[in-house]
């Protein structure tokens, strides 16, 4: 569950970001990972390689969306990152790696048992598909707040 | 029926195709379907068709390897958009594959 104060708190949460490219988002959402001892120093590093090869773009009904990782050997606990920017960056699409998608939120999973995490990953495709949410996250600038918002997806279902 | 093996692919093996794993077990649940699924990543695909030989592939990444092995784009499990029609892709291949349709 996306509640879970290990999972998600507001030290992981960063709103309005302004920054140039994909790679700049990813170096900040993994600085905090690291900050917090979530992530080990090879996991940047891993992200950066694995989403060159391997994009994390989507596209969903009404937003770009992109979800960048690494492989679990570079994760030390269970745990996610969320920014929203203020002038989306591309990301390269999962399906289509030569195109891109123009993305304003990022979630960024630092994931160690999968099968374990299912409901945190269920959770977060939920989460992307409820574009009224979304939309409230995009404008919120307030962690708590936005905290509050990602937890409705637990009250919905 | 028999049984059908399905692989569900992605960049780490680890995310993503743990979610079109959990889909893609739901919908052979729904439709009586017996199955075998198991995950991997991109990297992986030509060693396991070897040793799993699968009958479907469901992958939310492109695979570089050549297979005449059905392959399913497993995004719509992700984006939501576009599952309805997947889904009918999915189980019109597995059904092909049992020999019931």
Do not use: W
Not at chain 1, 67 to 91: C, G, R, Y
């Amino acid at each position: 569950m996306l509640l879970d104060v290990n999972l998600l708190d507001t030290e992981l949460v960063v709103l309005n970001l302004e920054l140039e490219n994909k790679y700049d988002v990813m170096t900040v959402l993994a600085n905090c990972l690291l900050e917090k001892n979530i992530v080990k120093p090879s996991y940047l590093q891993a992200l950066i390689e694995r989403e060159d090869v391997y994009p994390t773009g989507l596209q969903t009904k009404e937003f770009g969306v992109a979800i960048p990782h690494a492989d679990i050997q570079h994760v030390l606990k269970p745990s996610i990152a969320i920014a929203t920017l203020k002038n989306s960056v591309k990301f390269n699409l999962m399906a289509s790696p030569e195109n891109t998608v123009d993305v304003k939120i990022v979630f960024m999973l630092a994931l160690t048992e999968p099968q374990k995490q299912l409901q945190l990953l269920q959770d977060l495709i939920s989460l992307f598909q409820a574009s009224h949410l979304i939309k409230q996250m995009l404008k919120c600038d307030d962690r708590q707040m936005f905290i509050d918002i990602v937890n409705q997806i637990n009250q919905n279902e | 029926m028999g049984k059908v093996k399905i692989m569900c692919v992605c960049g780490t093996g680890i995310a993503t195709s743990t979610v079109v794993h959990n889909g893609v077990a739901n919908m052979c649940k729904k439709n009586n379907i017996e199955y075998e699924i198991i995950q991997c990543k991109s990297l992986e695909v030509k060693s396991k068709l070897n040793t799993f030989s699968p009958d479907l592939i469901v992958s939310t990444t492109t695979i570089s390897t050549t297979t005449t092995i059905p392959i399913i784009s497993g995004i719509a499990f992700l984006s939501g958009v576009g599952l309805e029609k997947v889904e009918e892709q999915i189980i019109t291949a597995l059904k092909q594959t049992l020999g019931v349709i």
